[in-house]
């Protein structure tokens, strides 16, 4: 089955840039998806196929995804982006759908 | 406005079954792909169970042989029928749908999961 890599953790000072990875073999030719999970709360899809935003989340959240490589960057960090985050692949000529074992936030 | 209530949750014995229960509205579950998501406390997100519109169902490694996925039409809800629970299966478990486009899927709306509890 298809494993999707994330750090455990990353840490980033408030107004700073975050940058999430998650890898794969040969992700660039995958669509990408990424949730924020909070604690008591269902998920959050932040960005899809790659580095399209939902409506509602901020621009400061964007995705990328290249090579064997995909990215979430958050910028301009604040308070309230602490969480953990999810990366998803789920190609329609798969059986069923991949995360990645999360990362978590601190915002310093 | 779209909604996903689970309900069926709670606290057995290991080795025995509980049927959680996805009461959806604003959505119609046999037009739409529709899995079962679980966190386990401390760990990630684990995808557990999906079911297609045509009915075609596939499973998690960690759950195949033990939990059926179903749902009622009539009824707009959305079933998993969990057995030969293990104290591994104890997890917050979510409804979600799916949102299909260019040959990828994502998990769309979610509900707000109930907490399932084996004990050993």
């Known amino acids: 089955s298809y494993v999707l890599t994330q750090p455990p953790s990353v840490s980033v000072a408030p107004g700073k840039t975050a940058t999430i990875t998650c890898g794969g073999n040969?992700?660039?030719?995958?669509?990408v998806h990424w949730y924020q999970k909070k604690p008591g709360q269902a998920p959050l899809l932040v960005s899809y196929?790659?580095?399209d935003r939902p409506s509602g989340i901020p621009e400061r959240f964007s995705g990328s995804n290249s090579g064997n490589t995909a990215t979430l960057t958050i910028s301009r960090v604040e308070a309230g982006d602490e969480a953990d985050y999810y990366c998803q692949v789920w190609e329609i000529n798969s059986d069923y759908p991949v995360f990645g074992g999360g990362t978590k936030l601190t915002v310093l | 406005e779209v909604q996903l209530v689970e309900s069926g949750g709670g606290l057995v014995q290991q080795g025995g079954s509980l049927r959680l229960s996805c009461e959806v509205s604003?959505?119609?579950?046999?037009?739409?792909?529709m899995s079962w998501v679980r966190q386990a406390p401390g760990k990630g997100l684990e995808w557990v169970s999906v079911?297609?519109?045509?009915?075609?169902?596939y499973y998690a490694d960690s759950v195949r042989g033990r939990f059926s996925i179903s749902r009622d039409n009539s009824k707009n809800i959305l079933y998993l029928q969990m057995n030969s629970l293990r104290a591994d299966d104890t997890a917050v478990y979510y409804c979600v749908d799916h949102y299909c486009s260019r040959g990828s899927c994502h998990f769309d709306f979610w509900g707000q999961g109930t907490l399932v509890t084996v004990s050993s």
């Open positions: 604003g959505l119609s579950v046999s037009n739409n792909y």
């Open positions: 040969n992700i660039g030719s995958k669509s």
């Open positions: 196929y790659d580095s």
């Open positions: 079911i297609y519109t045509g009915g075609t169902t």
